[in-house]
């Protein structure tokens, strides 16, 4: 499946064959066209920074990122306009994705927490986060949408990239879900939406039956 809901979703992250104990998820967005890989492998141990974490929300909105308006000085004192991420640190905070770490700083080579993790994706999904605090937010979450690891960790545990893929794959499918309605509703085809339902739940299955 090249294509996702028409969001024209496309992450550029390292691929490689599953090994034991790693989650179906990154070959799972691989083989569905959600990620594309470059031939050097998964890393699927290593950790992702936050400067990584706002690259992922900007590409989930591929049309609406080409058309941001990228303003011409930066809103966090640690991420200028010289650095790789800067247009998409920028978008995520003009769409109230991030308000940073504090201090005028966004802190774009941190890595990212469980509870930053879900909070990062919740947002971009357009979950309600009222009540949610910044501490409990993958326990909150969890209890409110069954949105979280299946394998849980503190909130304060920094997440592999793994792990990562694992939460965009559910929120992937939580969107899925919801474009299947309207589309039925619209009467548009949902012959990719379905594609990767299906292959989901098969992938889900799987990993918990670990």
Known sequence: MKKII?????????????VFGQSPFGPLLYEQGVIVGTGNGLNPEGSITRSE????????DADGFKAFEVPLQGTFKDVPPSHWAYAAVEYAYANGFTAGKGNGEFGPSDTL??????????????????GVA???????LSERYEF?????????????????????AQGLYMVAID?????????????????YIDAYLIAKEQWYMD
């Open 113 to 130: 927490n469980y509870n930053q993790a879900v909070l990062f994706f919740a947002s971009r999904l357009g979950l309600d986060l009222t």
């Open 6 to 18: 028409a969001l024209g979703l496309m992450l550029a992250m390292l691929v490689s064959l599953p």
């Open 148 to 168: 979280g690891l299946k394998k849980s960790v503190p909130g304060d545990d920094t997440l592999s990239r793994d792990q990562v893929f694992e939460l965009l």
């Open 179 to 195: 474009a299947k309605q309207l589309f039925e509703f619209l009467g548009i085809p949902t012959d990719e939406i379905d594609a």
């Open 53 to 60: 974490m706002v690259a992922i929300l900007a590409t989930l």
């Open 134 to 140: 910044y501490e409990t937010a993958s326990v909150q």
